[in-house]
Each structure stands twice: as structure tokens, then as C-alpha cells.
């Protein structure tokens, strides 16, 4: 019956992370997967969060399904935290199984409701942004987005290419912190950006993975309230797990701006049917956690304290990397570590110094030059940068 079933080649960044549990080299570094370690390198569990848990734990509660849609209390906090307080009427909302499931069933949304759109993603790209789209039935295709020559953004040549595309095609964007590059665009990027998406007529599907781990929880919802601001219709996946730490728990949430309270009932109504088809409705337990602490004011206070010693602890790991890189080869340009955002930089090491990183000093990095400073300690830095000058300089 399964004869003809192919070998599934694994996702690379997994089989990288396996091969680092299985290197018996005791000073082996893994800064390949995109997770959040604390200087200890352990993922955090967050004060807040714990917090949360321990009062559910003392009152009884049984686990009944959710609604299709997911916790009420949860979906209102999620939408706030992205747009503030504004337009709760003509915002659909519902919770879902991460960042991920937020982009499946939006892509399944849009496939039922814009079956002809093509979906064209940043050059490059998180790589499940094509497995998702793709899986959903689109053709997917890529915008330049990286310069390696600035480690910027490539701004003119992205809005040149999405100034010429068809009225009505989505375009996948990285609310901020980008993943693989940590090259966001600035506000009046922005700006210029929601022109062109509003004369084109594009349909911007915006990911926000990292928010708190940029410039802030504000700072980093700036481009997506813009772009709400001009009235631009979007949609939104939005994950917590990176900025609660609870990535095995799977909260994340979707929204989709709307003319009216009309459409806005509509357009929930055809969320649930995605859901339903998919799932039927999502897990429990991480919402009533997030919830718990997004409606509280003391646990709130405290999450966001807790976040921004995350966002500070990354920042200050950049400038440690640059510092010591720049020390040991003053003509080298690393500048990029410190303007790039969020949890990633893209080193522009040339894929064989990558592997020389891995096989000669048990530095793992992934092929794409992709390094996750969230990952390094500050024990870790002095011995990173050694290894990466000595692979740059042989
Ligand atoms: N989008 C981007 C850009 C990501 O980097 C990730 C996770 O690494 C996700 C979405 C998925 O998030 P989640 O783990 O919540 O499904
Ligand atoms: O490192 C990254 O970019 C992410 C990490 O189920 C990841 O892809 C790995 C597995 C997974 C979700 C996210």
C-alpha cells in the first residue's frame, strides 16, 4: 500500500538541532534554530507566565472544547496587543495553533475566497512561508528584499517589483524582526510601502512572530497599525510563541481587517469554517495562560519587564559580538550585527566557512549564513568570535 511513499527529507533546521544533540564536543554552540535561551542556555520559563500557571492550578477547571474561534478573553487581548485599541468592530480575530496555524488558515481563507491571487514572499524568507502557501494551493513567489552589500534592506528594488503586480495578489511581509535576516524596513519605508500596496491594491498578509524582541511591543506593531490606519485591508499572523517563551503550547492568533461590523461577522464566520476543516477548534491550556497574564495588571507589568530584559539581553549580545569580532579583525566590517533585528543576523559567511563553523569548532550555524544571536550567551561570544575570524581568515 505505501510502497510508492517517499522519504521525507526532514526540515533542515530540525535535522541541523539534532545533529547538535547527538555532537559529543563539549564546547559545541548551537546557534542554528530560531529559540530564545536565557544566559544559561535554557529556554526561559517567564515569571509571569509560571505565575499564571500556579493560580490555574489552584482553582478547579475542566477542559471543555474551545469555541471554533478559540477563548473570547484571549482573542480580545491578541487584538489589542497588535493594534491597540482601535476598531474592534471591524476586526475578526480568532485564536490558533501558533504563528503557523494563523498563516495555514489564513492561506486557506484566502484560497477559498481569492482562489486566482499568487502569494509572493520576501527573498529569502522563514521557509515554512512557501511550505504553508504553497500547502494551501497557491503558486508562491519571491520579492528581493536582502542586500548583502548594505546588510539592509533592498527597499527599491522590493517596491519596484511589488509596483507591478496584479490588483488583488497577497504579499507576505515581516511585521518585524525579519527571519533569516534581521533587516526590517524603518517607518517611512513603511509609509512609502503602504502606498504602493494601496494603489496597487495588494493584499498584505503581515507575520509578527517577534514582537517585544525589535524595538518594542509598540514599536514592533507600528507597520501593521499603519497600514490599518490607511484603511488598507490585511491580514495578520501574530505568534506568541517567541515573546512568552511557550512555543510547545502552540498560541498564536489570526486577524483580518474589515470594511464593517458586516463583513467583519462574515469574514469571522469563514475563519471558523477553515478552522473547522482543519482542527475544529484550538488547545486550551496555553490560552488560559496568556490570557491570564495579558488581563491582569501585575502580571501584565511583569511579562512586559520580563520581555524587554529579553530584548535587552539580545541587543547587548550583539554589541559583545561586534565588539569582540571588530578587536580581532579591525578591517572586517560587522557592523550588521548591531542595525540587524530581533533574534537573527545573516552573517554573509560563504556556505563552506559555515561548515568549517560546525565541523572544526562545533559552531552550528544553518547553510544560509543565518545566525540566531538569541542563542549565544555571553560566555559564548569570545569563543564564537575566535571561530568565526579563524574560518574568515584561512
Ligand atoms: N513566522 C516566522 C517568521 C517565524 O520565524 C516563525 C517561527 O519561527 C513562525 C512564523 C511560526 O511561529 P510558531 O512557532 O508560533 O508557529
Ligand atoms: O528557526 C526557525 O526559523 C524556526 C524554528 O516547528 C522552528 O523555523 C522549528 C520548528 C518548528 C517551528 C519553528
Redesign the pocket.
Known sequence: MFRHIEAFAGDP??TLNEQFVADPRPAKINLS??VYLNDEQRIPLMGAVAAAEKQLAQSFHPHPYLPMAGSPAYREQSRKLVFGGANAERIATIQTLGG?GALKVGADFLKAWFPQARVWVSDPT?D?HKGIFGGAGFEVKTYPYYSPATHGVAFDAMLDQLRGLPAGDVVVLHACCH?PTGADLNPQQWRELALVVQERSLLPFFDIAYQGFGGGIEEDAFAIRHFAEQNIPLLVASSYSKNFAIYGERCGALHVTCKDAGETAKVLGQLQSAVRKNYSSPPGYGARVIGAVLQDAQLRAQWEQELTAMRVRMKHIRSALHAELQARLPGGDFEYLRIQQGMFSFTGLPVEQIRKLRDEHGVYLIDSGRMCLAALSNAGVAPVAQAMVQVMTE
Open positions: 533546521i530540525l534554530i530560531g503557523s522563514w515554512n527571519n
